[in-house]
């Protein structure tokens, strides 16, 4: 599979932000679908997952601010994100996970600033 991140940008904080994760070439629902980011300086870090049946899961340093989502039928996956921090700040990566392998987009920028 391959995937396309889009939707980054410069925001305020407090703003929102919406990344698309575009997939194409193989069967996108059969893929556990993971966005991670990495700040500069930093390691890549776990941001959400939404598994194929849709059970989510998210980094503690952004539940209750990021949903992740996905439609199957459009074979692109999303990550709502609001109440944006100056700590949001980074690159966002998605990443497409399943028995055929693990599958990285390559990378939307995000940058929280006033």
């Known amino acids: 599979v391959q995937l396309q991140a889009s939707g980054g940008g410069l925001v305020q904080p407090g703003g929102s932000l919406r990344l698309s994760c575009a997939a194409s070439?193989?069967?996108?629902?059969?893929?556990?679908l993971d966005w991670y980011r990495q700040a500069p300086g930093k390691q890549r870090e776990f941001v959400a997952r939404i598994a194929t049946g849709g059970t989510t899961n998210y980094a503690e340093s952004v539940k209750g601010r990021f949903t992740i989502s996905r439609d199957n039928a459009r074979n692109t996956g999303y990550l709502q994100m609001n109440s944006l921090k100056l700590e949001d700040t980074a690159v966002y990566y998605c990443?497409?996970?399943?028995?055929?392998?693990?599958?990285w987009g390559q990378g939307t920028e995000v940058t929280v600033s006033s």
């Open positions: 070439g193989s069967i996108f629902s059969s893929y556990v």
């Open positions: 990443n497409a996970v399943s028995i055929r392998g693990s599958f």
